[in-house]
Every structure is written in C-alpha cells, then in structure tokens.
T-cell receptor
C-alpha cells in the first residue's frame, strides 16, 4: 500500500564533492536494477542500470554498485554539480515485469 | 533515443467528472505499458500493467472500474480516471519498455480535482 506523510531523506553535498546514494531492495528474485533521476514535475530519467550478474557498472560520472548478499544498491556521482540536484530513485525488476521503486532520496547540491 | 509522450501534462477537473490521460510510444511499439501514481514527496506506485489487445492487470487496491485502461494499439495506452474526486489528485506517469529493453517514462500528468 502507499505510505502517507513520509518525507524523502535528503542528502546535501557541496558542489564538486562526490555523492553516494544508497538503496535497499527486498525481492531476491529481482535481476535488473536501475537508478532514475526525477526533477520536480517531470517523469523519471534513466541514469544507469545493472543486471544481477554484475556487481559494478560505470557510466559518465556515475557508478552503480550491487551487493546481492545484503540486497543493497548504491549510486555514486563524481564531482557533483548543481544540475544533479533532484530526487533519485532506485528501481528493481524481477524478470522483466514492472518496476518497483524505492522510497527515493533528495539530493541537494550547494555551491 | 526512445520517447514516451504523455498528454496532457496537467489537468484540472471538477469533482465527479472523468479525465483521460494518453501515453504514446513515439518511435517504437510497446505491447505492454505501465501506469504509476505518485503523491507529493513519495515514490512511484505501480497502478496497473496495460496490455495491447487484452485487459489490463491491476495492482492490489487499485479500482479497475475507477481507473479504466485501454491499450488499443501498439503505440497508445490511455488511462481514464472516472468520477474523479479530490483524493485522486496526483501525478500520473506512464512507462514502456523500449527496443533496448529499457523502461522509458513519460513526462507525467498532474491531475488536480476541485
């Protein structure tokens, strides 16, 4: 069901620092994981994905780490910029079904 | 890249009326599309899976008679909120898997029921 009245956890970082956003997932059958960025009033935007047969994947300024043992996913953003300020969601998918989204983390980049 | 277009981007309607939201895959075909709802400062919650040419699959707790889904073609799914009430005010977002197997999202529809 839906959660009511929750506030998103917030991570505040200084411009130029590295950011690490964490996510715990619950479905051990999930084999595909994605990080999305959502700006206010917009739909989620794909950042990076990883399949369960990997434990690390790198993109441009971003790295995703997957620890299947403890069902943990993290997103690392290098040299964080003001344009990175947004809400970040992890999502999981068991074998191609619809995505299940995590609670989200609000990233605030200060100058 | 693949684009999912959602329309309208925002709508205000009176309580008791119905509102239709369209979701189109612009440059690919999608036999399956997904509809999500998002309340302020919360995550996206899956409402239903829309299947081309067959009935939608609704998540537990989502009223299928209130949220009518039609997926009449390989590029279009519609969500109709019937007899809308203020508690239906939310951000509705659709998604489809593109040919690269990635989930692409529409830009969302902000529904306000007054």
């Amino acid at each position: 069901g839906e959660s009511v009245g929750l506030h998103l956890p917030t991570l505040s970082v200084q411009e130029g620092d590295n950011s690490i956003i964490n996510c715990a997932y619950s479905n051990s059958a999930s084999d595909y994981f994605i990080w999305y960025k959502q700006e206010s009033g917009k739909g989620p935007q794909f950042i990076i994905d990883i399949r369960s047969n990997m434990d690390k994947r790198q993109g441009q300024r971003v790295t995703v780490l997957l620890n299947k043992t403890v069902k943990h996913l993290s997103l690392q953003i290098a040299a964080t910029q003001p344009g990175d300020s947004a809400v970040y969601f992890c999502a999981e998918s068991p074998s191609g079904y619809a995505l299940n989204f995590g609670k989200g983390t609000s990233l605030l980049v200060t100058p | 890249g693949a684009v999912v277009s959602q329309h309208p981007s925002w709508v205000i309607c009176k309580s008791g009326t119905s509102v239709k939201i369209e979701c189109r895959s612009l440059d690919f075909q999608a036999t399956t599309m997904f509809w999500y709802r998002q309340f302020p400062k919360q995550s996206l919650m899956l409402m239903a899976t829309s299947n081309e040419g067959s009935k939608a699959t609704y998540e537990q707790g989502v009223e299928k008679d209130k949220f009518l889904i039609n997926h009449a073609s390989l590029t279009l799914s519609t969500l109709t909120v019937t007899s809308a009430h203020p508690e239906d005010s939310s951000f509705y977002i659709c998604s489809a898997r593109d040919p690269g197997r990635r989930y692409t999202f529409g830009s969302g529809t902000r529904l306000t029921v007054v």
